[in-house]
Every structure is written in structure tokens, then in C-alpha cells.
């Protein structure tokens, strides 16, 4: 990929061809002290109130700059560099992370010990290349100290409060509005799939474990749903086209989204999955369709809490697991109240704050 001059005409060479870069797109670009907050990186104009036939009146390539003079007198140095950065379409960082599909092979539960420093630190930045790789990190030894929790998400990013407040607590209480709050098994699921947006990331803060059950288990969906793909294709098809409702209800609050289970991009590549199979609601569909949605989802399912795919541990005082919820499922074994307490608390954090920090810290440490 290069730049190149063809007279006052400037190009960008993909290596196979040669298109000529619009010069609106390289004025809106200059880079002065005068038209370029150099903190913010923010323009200090207002690109729709230029005219738009902006011309190149010359053009001059020196090492790694591109020199340019535009027919309304502005003259700007701009990076080579930066300008090939901004042709590819895909997000240089996060989208060159390989995802590594996994399944109940999976040998290496990702544990890394936390330290109060931690958030500033280059490790940090291999904490959430793991974390994109794989799905979900776990941190030994956080501090057991309640809402710690919001503290560890704050440092990160920015807690995404929700109605159940900033964080929840994952105990057993008396008349609980949703069956985490209960001893009983919870099987594979994703959080929250009737909120507008879904949270991004859950992050779970174990406090006390003292029984002998209450394993977590966490499946990659990434993995199920490429083996859906390729073993029945149909179920697939179905459950990537039919949209349904989910939907939470509470004293005070209805909430509700409507999506598919399997959720693709504008690439037909995987962008989220979704499970929680006792608060979908599937429209009135043609007969012959809903017989194969429902097929596709007992499928689904059934691999979905299938030994093959899923992995099972223990979370301890201290362990803090940091899972992204819209490709992992998670849930728990049942538990024996009588044998003590299980105490968790969670809460979520969106893209925007790993995201946010893992490109700082690539700056921070010139990565
Ligand atoms: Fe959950």
C-alpha cells in the first residue's frame, strides 16, 4: 500500500490499483496548529461549512510526508503513515486479534495475578489481547472487599449501570426476581438479552465460596454456533433469520429486545450470540418455520450444555472473571446452601471500555 502523485491528483496504491484520493477527504485532514487541537486531536473547523469543490493545486511527496497546497490557501504536512492507516477498513487493533475458538479441551483457564497497579501496566494490555482471544480472563487474589467490584470496572472503563443498579449481588435470598438468586443449577446463558443495548462485559467478584458445588461453567459460542454451521447448516440459516422477543419484567420496569440467537454482521460473519431460553418469546411464524426454529434451537441448546463444549471450575475468594457476554455463555452448577455461602458480585462494563484501554495503553507503551 502506498501513496502516490499523478500530477495534482493524489492516489492510493492498494498494490493491484490506483484510485485517486478525494482532496476533500485530505483538506478535512490538515493538520496545522490552526486547524488541529494537537491534544484532542479534534479539528478546531467546522468541515460542512467549507465548500466543497476543494481542489489540489500542487503536491509534493518528501520521505514519509505528503505536502500539499489546496486551492483555498491552506498548505499541510500530512503523515504517509497516518493515511494508510486510515484506508484499511478494519480496526487495526481489535479486529487483528485472532479469536481463538475453544471447547471443553480447552487446557489453559487464563489466571493472572491481580496487583493495585495492574490497570497502568503493560501487562494489562496482554490481559485484554487474552481477553479478546479467548473470550474471558480471570484475576486471582482481587481484594474480597464488597463493591470492590465497581472500583476494579471504574479502572478499566466505566461500570454500565443497569436497573439493577451498578453491581448485583449473586446470592441466595428470599423471593428473588431472577433465578440467579437462587441454589439451583443455572444452565448455559448469555445476560441480559432484553436490554437495548446488551451489556458488553460481565465481570463476576467471587467473596465467599464455601460450598462444594456451585462450579462455574462457561461455554465459547463462537465455537458452537461455527459447528452448528457446518453439521446443520438449516438450523443455522433459522436461527441467524428468525428475531424474537426478550423480555424481563419487574415491579417498576418492562423490558424487552428483539433479536436472533445468532446475531451476524453486515459481513454475515458472527457478531453475538444470545440464549436464555426462558424469557424468548418467538413470534407466530409460518408452521413449517417454526418447526425448524424450534429443532434449531433444541440443537442449539443441546450443544450449547453439552459436555464436549463446555468448561467447568471453581471461582475462589479472589478470583475476579472478566467474560464478554456477547460470545461466551455462562452458568453454574447447583449448590447445597447447607454447606455454607456462595457470595458473588457482578456488574457490567461495555466494548467502549476495553476497547478504550487497550488502545491507550498500545499508545502508552508504543506497542
Ligand atoms: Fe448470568
Known amino acids: 500500500m502506498k501513496i502516490e502523485l499523478n500530477e495534482n491528483k493524489i492516489l492510493f496504491n492498494n498494490g493491484t490499483s490506483s484510485k485517486e484520493i478525494h482532496p476533500f477527504w485530505l483538506r478535512e485532514r490538515v493538520n ?6 494537537k491534544k484532542t486531536q479534534q479539528r478546531k473547523f467546522d468541515p460542512t461549512s467549507l465548500e466543497t469543490n476543494i481542489e489540489v493545486k500542487s503536491a509534493k511527496i518528501t520521505k514519509d510526508i505528503l505536502e500539499i497546497n489546496f486551492n483555498d490557501g491552506v498548505n499541510s504536512k500530512l503523515k504517509i503513515e497516518k ?5 484499511s477498513k478494519n480496526d487495526f487493533l481489535i479486529q487483528s486479534i485472532k479469536r481463538e475458538k475453544w471447547d471443553s479441551k480447552l487446557k489453559n483457564v487464563h489466571k493472572f495475578e491481580y496487583l493495585d497497579d495492574i490497570f497502568e501496566s503493560r501487562e494489562m494490555y496482554d490481559l485484554l489481547i487474552k481477553f479478546y482471544k479467548y473470550g474471558f480472563i480471570i484475576f486471582k487474589n482481587v481484594p474480597t472487599e464488597e463493591n470492590f467490584i465497581v472500583k476494579f470496572a471504574n479502572q478499566i472503563g466505566s461500570v454500565r449501570r443497569t436497573n439493577f443498579g451498578e453491581y ?13 438468586y437462587t441454589s439451583l443449577a443455572l444452565a448455559p446463558h448469555t445476560d441480559n438479552p432484553y436490554r437495548n443495548p446488551v ?8 467473596i465467599t465460596n464455601d460450598v462444594d458445588g456451585g ?13 452448528l454451521k457446518k453439521k446443520f447448516k438449516k438450523y443455522y440459516d433459522v436461527l441467524t433469520r428468525v ?21 451476524l454482521d453486515e459481513n454475515k460473519e458472527l457478531k453475538q450470540v444470545k440464549f436464555s431460553p426462558r424469557l424468548d418469546f418467538v413470534p407466530i411464524l409460518e408452521k413449517k418455520e417454526l418447526d425448524l426454529y424450534y ?18 471450575f471453581k471461582l475462589v475468594p479472589g478470583d475476579l472473571m472478566m467474560m464478554d457476554n456477547y460470545r461466551l455463555l455462562h452458568g453454574r452448577t447447583a449448590f447445597d446452601l447447607n454447606e455454607g455461602s456462595r457470595y458473588l458480585q457482578g456488574c457490567y462494563i461495555d ?15 508504543d506497542i
Open 83 to 87: 493515511i494508510i492507516e486510515e484506508f
Open 215 to 227: 462450579l462455574s461453567t462457561l461455554v465459547d459460542g463462537y465455537k458452537v454456533t461455527e459447528d
Open 243 to 263: 428475531k424474537v422477543k426478550f423480555k424481563f419484567i419487574d415491579k417498576d420496569v418492562v423490558l424487552e429486545n428483539w433479536s436472533e440467537l445468532i446475531k
Open 295 to 312: 429443532r434449531a434451537r433444541n440443537k442449539i441448546s443441546e450443544m450449547y450444555n453439552s459436555d464436549n463444549y463446555k468448561i467447568e
Open 168 to 180: 448485583f449481588n449473586v446470592k441466595s435470598v428470599p423471593n428473588p426476581n431472577d433465578l440467579a
Open 32 to 37: 496545522n496548529e490552526e486547524y488541529l487541537d
Open 199 to 206: 451489556p458488553c462485559i460481565q465481570l463476576l467478584h467471587c
Open 351 to 365: 466494548y467502549d471500555s476495553t476497547e478504550g484501554k487497550l488502545r491507550h495503553l498500545k499508545r502508552k507503551f
